[in-house]
């Protein structure tokens, strides 16, 4: 299955869990809990075998954080060969990425936006334009934004509408200078995750 492109809510729906980090969805979800089609209540009582909750749990992460199936491999396959435990080590690969720290610094509203900002080269490494949205983001590397009145004023637009989510702590953001860093590596309780990574490691080892 390639990166998800269909309709966003009934995926939502499908799989009970806010996907994007769009509050609407959290909106959708409260007053339509079920999966969609005419058969969501049933469907939502149906028991999946312990491959195919592994299966929902991989589609899950891969969703959200907008990866196709040779990119979350190739993902998995660099976080199974670093030291440590594999979840959390695929977890803080997938919140490292570029895009994604974008959308945690309160840059872009949700990380399809931030991929945009990204692919558009409003986002800065170190004061180079990189316009790779898997690009790896290190330790004390700085994100800053392209030096033009209209790439600023979108990107203080989206902090104020992203007030209300607070930036992790292991981010450091200076709204003044609309500049941001990993002051440091993320612990496993500091990244949120809408999947059961232990599943996903069940699933890449058999």
């Known amino acids: ?5 269909g309709n966003k809510a009934k995926i939502c729906r499908r799989f009970g869990v806010n996907l994007f980090g769009n509050l609407k969805f959290d909106r ?13 209540a ?15 749990e991989k589609q899950k992460l891969k969703i959200t954080y907008g990866l196709r199936e040779k990119q979350f491999r190739l993902t998995f396959k660099k976080a199974a ?3 440590g435990i594999t979840g959390d080590n695929l977890l803080q690969l997938l919140e490292r990425r570029l895009d994604n720290v974008v959308y945690r610094l309160g840059f872009a509203p949700t990380r399809t936006a931030a991929r945009q ?4 080269g409003h986002v800065k490494v170190n004061g ?3 316009n790779i949205a898997s690009y790896t983001v290190k330790e004390s590397e700085e994100i800053t934004i392209k030096d033009s009145d209209r790439s600023k004023a979108l990107i203080q637009r989206n902090i104020e ?7 992790p702590q292991w981010l450091i953001l200076t709204k003044e200078e609309l500049k941001g860093m990993i002051a440091r590596m993320p612990l496993r309780e500091e990244m949120p995750s809408v999947a059961d990574e232990l599943m996903i490691v069940e699933l890449y080892s058999k």
Request: net charge positive; hydrophobic share 25%.
């Open 1 to 5: 299955m390639g990166k998800y492109t």
């Open 42 to 56: 049933s469907a939502s009582r149906k028991k999946l075998s312990e491959y195919g909750r592994q299966l929902n």
């Open 128 to 130: 180079r334009k990189v």
């Open 81 to 83: 060969q670093k030291k």
């Open 117 to 120: 900002l990204v692919s558009h």
């Open 28 to 40: 959708i979800l409260e007053k339509r809990p079920n999966p969609p089609g005419v058969h969501g």
């Open 161 to 167: 509408l992203s007030s209300r989510r607070e930036v």
